[in-house]
Nanobody, 124 residues
């Protein structure tokens, strides 16, 4: 089992910044592709960003590109999501997830392990 724990959520005004962290424990973290997803009330869970374990390639959704940056620190078993220029439409519960096989990083159904989520609220 791989345990994931998100932190860093909170309430900010539009234009502000937050940095989310996701700490992993229980298995060899470095061999998992990692992703960030978010889910707003009444909406489906959507892809935000992902990073490959092999070469560190990152992917970001079009809606966050240029504002959010995902990174990973294998030495600390942690991934991060730096969120800048936040907008009210970024309000959601943010989840990190781990995928051992890298089948489709954009599909939440591909991920085997999930954190409990952290709330991000952006006010206008």
């Amino acid at each position: 089992q791989l345990q994931l724990a998100e932190s860093g959520g909170g309430s900010v005004q539009a234009g502000g910044s937050l940095r989310l962290s996701c700490a992993a424990s229980g298995r060899t973290f470095s061999i998992y592709d990692m992703g960030w997803f978010r889910q707003a009330p009444g909406k489906e869970r959507e892809f935000v960003a992902a990073v490959r374990w092999g070469d560190g390639t990152t992917y970001h959704a079009g809606s966050v590109k240029g504002r959010f940056t995902m990174s990973r620190d294998n030495a600390k078993n942690t991934v991060y999501l730096q969120m800048n220029s936040l907008k009210p439409e970024d309000t959601a519960v943010y989840y990190c997830a781990a995928d051992r096989y890298g089948s489709n990083l954009f599909n939440p159904g591909s991920y085997e392990y999930w954190g409990q989520g952290t709330q991000v609220t952006v006010s206008s």
